[in-house]
């Protein structure tokens, strides 16, 4: 059962290609962070340019390329029915989770604005009026140690009820750093609580969840590898190999040498208010109201033994969003959902940028004209959006077999950009002069009507069919990297897209096998890209682009024992009108016929779950997933121009897992094991040759192992 469509459907009567996992799928899967999903979702992929504690989602091959915290992802993601707009505050939500939610495709309507690709909806667990609990614990290699639990109870019985969960991790760093004296990196120390009250009576449903989270690890190790003459670096070519470079030491995909061990610090705060009730007897209402802060310190390196490129992030946001929607449930042809929605954000972002500070261990003093000293700058800026919408999303039975739908939704948005300040310092960081100053405030005031249409033909209980055309709209964004020039201060014009889509759903084998497929043509206009010359950040919009797929999923329970699920997502993607600029000459050049970024053109998962031995001692079962990724490129230049190294080469990645359940279930121990190949194909990668003379990567977690412990009482 999901809520794709602000209703409590059967998964397969939703004319939408969906990929969900319920709180028991999720527990045996393992998954933890976002990572997991995708690793289990036809056309879904996640890069982390900061590792796991910020992860940049792309479905169906539309991504976003920013790696600016002021961003919002054209992947919306959704935690209880609020949107959450941070990138950094969106892998502590998955503990305690009931249900999660893949929706493939443009949900302009009933999600509207940065839904462009589609949209994850995660919903945490309720209060269901009973006295339970339960403690999980987990212990891997690195000291990798995780507990959590939750528990509730009753204060009026089936109507007023507490719950409460909880998890806590730590490990030490699972990317060795052999600098002298330095910490390992990635490491990980990570809390979340939550905390759920229900109040439920024949007239209202409202539940008050208050969430609290903070991580306090370290950033993660980054590959750098250079590529100038004798594979140096830029502080190795200016040094003569006298600084030590990485290439020399033969370290492999997860270890390095790096000087600069920081902090990637986030801290959240969440309230979330839904209140459902009965209007008439044929018209329900729900209203979701949501409040959120929260704040981030990234001090990121650089992969080297010494400070060529290091950029410290800091940013907080507070945001809050009110949805408010009348649904009706005549028992005639036509019904419909009709709702209102706004929200605000803002956003303080804190950069503090060095550049190559190496040169002062070369006796270089500095250099106001920066033609020959390392130097660092300064970056502040504030952002503020509001966002207002109505919409309706309307079905009609057309017949007894065909249904007809149809969503139209206006969207208004307004941003501002201000108090933008940016400055060189020396090495010391002390002030030399200003950059940016005193630059009047940008605004961009977006509107836009957005929607979908279709039809649905059920054949049976067990087969149908839909096709549709939807609509899929991301709002205007500024530059958040503008740093050195009022150049920059640019502000990427909206993105949209238009897909469609056909599908079909069906069981078979007396509902023992699951067939779900879609076929989809999406034409991709103003996608927004950043593009890095030299140092220097660009906002652009790439002119049009078109995405051929297809996803197959495939579930079958061949015996008592035996299931097993597989699924399959295809990509065709090119760029029909591209100009960005070389960054060798900084003349424009033409790159139509480019596959888009985080598109690889086939990805596969396959996933089996087998019961080995069942008694009166309880039960044995293992379960074993894998996927396949084939060649995505990082960047719209794919091999042009210097960029072949920013990429990740096809890639198998596997998991295990051996359970022992007690009978009575209220205990099972297992053993893990993931990523068993020990993938190394890089999660994200920059090209940074024209300045610094190496391309940057993010290595995904090597192979780690461990042992559960999970009791329920």
């Known amino acids: 059962m999901v809520t794709a469509h602000k209703r409590t459907e059967n998964i397969q009567r939703v004319p939408v290609s969906i990929s969900a996992f319920d709180s028991q799928s999720l527990s045996s899967l393992g998954i933890l962070l976002p990572s997991d999903i995708a690793q289990q979702t036809p056309n879904l992929q996640v890069s982390q340019p900061y590792g796991d504690a910020q992860p940049i989602f792309t479905l169906r091959g539309i991504s976003m390329t920013d790696f600016n915290t002021n961003q919002s992802s054209p992947v919306g993601i959704y935690v209880d029915e609020s949107p959450v707009e941070a990138s950094f505050m969106q892998a502590s939500q998955l503990f305690d989770i009931e249900r999660a939610e893949v929706l493939r495709g443009p949900q302009g309507t009933l999600y509207g604005r940065n839904t462009t690709a589609g949209a994850i909806n995660f919903t945490s667990r309720v209060p269901e009026f009973e006295r339970n609990a339960r403690w999980y614990l987990s212990y891997g290699n690195n000291n990798n140690l995780r507990v959590s639990g939750a528990g509730e109870t009753v204060f009026l019985d089936d109507t007023l009820g507490l719950r409460t969960a909880f998890t806590y991790s730590d490990s030490d760093g699972f990317y060795e750093n052999n600098y002298e004296g330095a910490e390992d990196l990635r490491e990980i120390n990570n809390w979340a609580l939550r905390t759920s009250l229900r109040y439920k009576t024949e007239s209202i449903d409202a539940i008050l969840r208050l969430q609290s989270g903070k991580t306090l690890g370290n950033t993660a190790g980054i590959i750098a590898k250079g590529r100038g003459p004798n594979g140096y670096d830029v502080a190795g070519f200016f040094s003569g190999g006298v600084i030590e470079q990485r290439i020399e030491q033969n370290y492999d995909d997860f270890e390095g040498s790096e000087d600069k061990v920081g902090t990637y610090n986030t801290e959240t705060d969440s309230l979330n208010l ?28 650089d992969g080297s033994p010494v400070s060529i490129l290091e950029i410290d992030w800091s940013s907080k946001i507070e945001q809050w969003s009110q949805d408010l929607r009348l649904t009706t449930n005549f028992e005639g042809d036509l019904n419909a959902i009709v709702g209102v929605f706004v929200s605000h954000d803002k956003m303080k972002i804190q950069n503090d940028l060095s550049f190559l500070l190496f040169t002062e261990s070369l006796g270089v003093p500095f250099d106001p004209s920066l033609a020959t000293s390392g130097f660092t700058v300064g970056q502040r800026y504030q ?74 033909y059920q054949l049976s209980d067990e087969f149908m069919l839909y096709g549709s055309y939807s609509q899929g709209y991301r709002s205007s964004a500024f530059n958040g990297g503008a740093t050195f020039s009022t150049t920059e201060l640019t502000i990427a014009e909206p993105e949209t897209v238009e897909a469609y889509e056909i599908g079909i759903k069906s069981r078979w084998w007396d509902n023992r096998l699951q067939f779900n497929g879609a076929l989809f043509h999406n034409n991709y206009k103003n996608q927004q890209l950043v593009n ?52 060798a000459t900084s003349l424009p050049v033409d790159l139509s016929g480019n596959q888009l970024p985080s598109a690889p ?26 996927q396949y990724v084939s060649k995505q490129w990082f960047s719209a230049y794919n091999d042009d121009y210097g960029y072949e190294g920013i990429k990740a080469d096809g890639y198998m990645q596997s998991n295990a897992r051996f359970t022992w359940s007690s009978a009575n279930e209220s205990y099972d121990v297992s053993l893990w094991i993931k990523n068993i190949e020990e993938n190394n194909e890089p999660v994200y990668a920059i090209n940074a040759q024209q300045t610094f003379m190496f391309d940057y990567y993010i290595m995904p977690m090597p192979r780690h192992f461990g042992l559960d412990v999970n009791w329920r009482f």
């Open 383 to 456: 952002q503020q959006r509001d966002s207002q919408a109505i919409y309706t999303h309307l079905t009609y039975d057309i017949n007894e077999l065909l249904e007809g739908f149809l969503g139209v939704r206006y969207t208004k948005d307004k941003g501002r950009l201000s108090n933008v300040h940016s400055w060189v310092g020396d090495y010391d960081a002390n002030h030399a002069y200003d950059l940016i100053v005193d630059q009047p405030s940008k605004r961009y005031n977006d509107d836009k009507v957005s929607g979908s249409m279709g039809l649905k």
């Open 274 to 301: 839904t209140v459902k009730g009965a209007l008439t007897k044929d018209i329900d209402y729900t209203s979701v109201t949501a409040w959120s802060k929260g704040k981030a310190l990234n001090e990121n390196g």
């Open 601 to 626: 053109s086939v990805n596969m998962n396959i996933s089996v779950d087998y019961i080995a031995a069942r008694g009166s001692w309880g039960e044995v079962s293992i379960h074993f997933n894998s």
């Open 532 to 583: 890095i010359v030299g140092a220097v950040r660009f906002l652009e919009n790439a002119g049009s682009s078109y995405i051929d797929g297809a996803e197959l999923e495939f579930r079958a329970l061949l015996s008592e024992a035996l299931s097993i699920n597989i699924g399959l997502g295809l990509l065709d993607t090119e760029y029909n009108e591209l100009s960005l600029t070389n960054p």
